[in-house]
C-alpha cells in the first residue's frame, strides 16, 4: 500500500510539472473610425493576442466589411466579431468627410465636423440596446480601445470594464496631454503646427505657451462638446469631467518610438511601441 502511495504521488507530481498553467483573458477590441490604417494597425493587437491563447473579440459594423472584407475573412479564424449598426449609414456625407481626414489636411471647421459625426457614431452604439447586452453578458476582462474616437471613453464606462487606451500615432502634444493626462512643458516641446524645435528662442516659448492654451481651448470647449453633451444625455457618470473618463486607463500605448519624438517628459503608464504591430519581412523572389 505503501509503494501505490507513493507512485499516486510521484505520478501527481509529474503531471504538475508537465501540464503548463494557462491563463486566458476574454479581451474586447473597439478599433474606433472605418478609415485609414488605424483598423490595421489595432487588429494586429488582436492577432498578437490571440495567438498568446486570449478570446479576442473585435467591435466593428459593416463599414469595416466594405474597406478591409479580405483581412476579416482572414482573422476569423482566429479572433471574433461582434457586429453593431454603424450610425454613418444614415449620414453619408459625414463618413466621406471623415474617410478624406485621413488624408488631407482638413480646415478647423472640417475637423469640428468629423468630431460631431464621430459623436453621432458613438451614440448610435451606446443606444444599441441589443449590443450592449451581448457585451455585458460576455464578461470582458479588458478592453483595447483605439484613442482617435474620444468616444471610447463612453462606450468603455458603459461596459465598466478595465481599459488600456491604444494610440496608432506619436504622442501629441496638446491633445494627449489634455485627454490622456500628460505632462508637456511647453518651454521645449513644441506645440503641434508650431514649426518650433525643442531649442527655443523666448519669444518663441512665449508663442508655443499661447498656441498650448489657444489648443486646450478649442478641445475642452469644441472637440469635447459633442461628447460631453452625450455624457448628460444617457447620464454617464454626470458627476466626472469627460477628461476624467479618457483618464481611468491602465496604460496608454503610443505605436510610435520615442527616437522620433521630442525629448519630454513621460507618465509612467503611457509607452512607446514602435514596431509592436511590424510583421516578419518575407523573402525576396528571385
Known amino acids: 500500500m505503501a509503494a501505490l502511495s507513493n507512485t499516486r504521488w510521484i505520478g501527481a507530481i509529474v503531471i504538475a510539472c508537465v501540464i503548463c498553467p494557462v491563463l486566458c483573458s476574454n479581451i474586447l477590441i473597439l478599433p474606433g473610425a472605418p478609415f485609414g490604417n488605424f483598423y490595421i494597425t489595432i487588429s494586429r493587437f488582436g492577432e498578437l493576442l490571440a495567438m498568446r491563447g486570449h478570446n479576442v ?4 459594423n459593416d463599414l469595416y466589411y466594405q474597406r478591409f472584407a479580405g483581412l476579416i475573412k482572414e482573422q476569423r479564424t482566429f479572433m471574433n466579431f461582434e457586429d453593431y449598426e454603424s450610425g454613418f449609414n444614415e449620414f453619408p456625407d459625414a463618413y466621406n468627410r471623415v474617410t478624406k481626414s485621413a488624408h488631407i489636411a482638413l480646415t478647423i471647421s472640417e475637423i469640428l465636423r ?12 451606446i443606444q444599441d440596446s441589443n449590443s450592449i447586452k451581448r457585451l455585458n453578458a460576455a464578461n470582458f476582462d479588458l478592453i483595447l480601445a483605439n484613442a482617435f474616437n474620444p468616444g471610447f471613453a463612453l462606450i468603455v464606462d458603459t461596459l465598466r470594464v478595465p481599459f488600456v487606451s491604444v494610440s496608432t500615432m ?8 489634455l485627454l490622456h493626462g500628460l505632462t508637456s512643458n511647453p518651454a521645449y516641446v513644441p506645440a503641434v503646427k508650431t514649426g518650433y524645435s525643442d531649442e527655443m528662442t523666448f519669444p518663441q516659448r512665449l508663442g508655443n505657451t499661447f498656441a498650448y492654451l489657444a489648443s486646450a481651448a478649442m478641445f475642452e470647449f469644441l472637440l469635447l462638446k459633442p461628447f460631453k453633451s452625450i455624457q448628460q444625455r444617457h447620464n454617464i457618470r454626470p458627476e466626472l469631467s469627460y477628461r476624467s473618463l479618457c483618464r481611468n486607463s491602465e496604460l496608454i500605448l503610443f505605436c510610435s518610438d520615442f527616437a522620433f519624438d521630442y525629448p519630454r517628459p513621460m507618465m509612467p503608464h503611457a509607452i512607446y511601441i514602435g514596431s509592436l504591430t511590424a510583421r516578419t519581412p518575407d523573402p525576396l523572389s528571385q
Open 114 to 125: 468629423i468630431f460631431d459625426v464621430l459623436a453621432d457614431e458613438t451614440e448610435a452604439f
Open 170 to 177: 506619436r504622442a501629441f502634444p496638446m491633445i494627449d496631454d
Open 57 to 60: 473579440t473585435v467591435l466593428i
